[in-house]
């Protein structure tokens, strides 16, 4: 692990479970990276909590305080430049970000989508792969492009769909996959390994 602490921020939406995997893997020292603000589009997303208890900076910024969804971006884009993070995680963030701040930030935002990429983009992936009869379903972590869940893939982790699951039951299973595949890639940015 290298010693310079390496700044990063995390955009959030609701429950913020990865974001609580994130603050546990840096509690116990497994990566150098430090989450210097944590920003919702949602005042009462339950992660804002996780963080005020880890003693990150918090902000809110909703979409319905701007007339519209560039101003939005904006607001959010010097909220982020006064922060100066080297890396914009987005887990479980549910807005799309438009292309001048994707351009801004080239190369710098990564998500987590919960399927195996190119299969599954958007919402209902596990209900969606329970119907199409997939065998295998996964986690996928990638760079944020301007095409929706498209942008260049970092890593994925998968595992198989059992004849009794259901959505609810895959979901866990995924949630379990991506609290410890997020971490892991994020810890990979710090020690510079992914470029
Ligand atoms: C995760 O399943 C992630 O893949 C998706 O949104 C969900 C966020 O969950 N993008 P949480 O808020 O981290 O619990």
């Known amino acids: ?3 310079a602490l390496y700044p990063i921020a995390i955009l959030i939406s609701g429950n913020g479970s ?5 603050i ?10 430090q989450i210097v603000v944590v ?10 909590e996780r963080a005020k208890k880890a003693g990150i900076p918090t902000k809110v910024i909703s979409q319905q305080d701007f007339p519209n969804h560039n ?12 922060y100066q993070p080297k890396l914009i995680v987005l ?28 299969k599954f983009p958007g919402l209902k992936t596990h209900q969606r792969a329970i119907d199409e009869g997939e065998t295998e379903h996964g986690v996928t972590i990638h760079f944020v ?17 059992a004849p009794e699951d259901t959505a609810e039951t895959l979901q866990q299973k995924i949630h ?17 390994k992914i470029k």
């Open 1 to 3: 692990m290298t010693t």
């Open 18 to 22: 990865n974001l609580q995997a994130i």
């Open 24 to 33: 546990d893997a840096i509690s116990a020292k497994k990566t150098s990276a």
């Open 39 to 48: 920003i919702s589009d949602q005042a009462n997303a339950y992660g804002l």
């Open 71 to 82: 101003q939005f971006d904006t607001e959010l884009q010097n909220c982020l430049d006064q």
């Open 91 to 118: 887990a479980g963030f549910m807005r799309i970000l438009g292309p001048e701040f994707v351009q801004h930030f080239h190369g710098k935002v990564i998500n987590i989508h919960p399927s195996l990429l190119p």
């Open 145 to 161: 492009t301007e095409d929706l869940d498209n942008g260049p893939i970092i890593a994925q982790a998968k595992l198989a769909i």
């Open 176 to 192: 379990q996959l991506e609290h410890q595949l997020y971490p892991e890639i994020i810890n990979l940015f710090a020690e510079d």
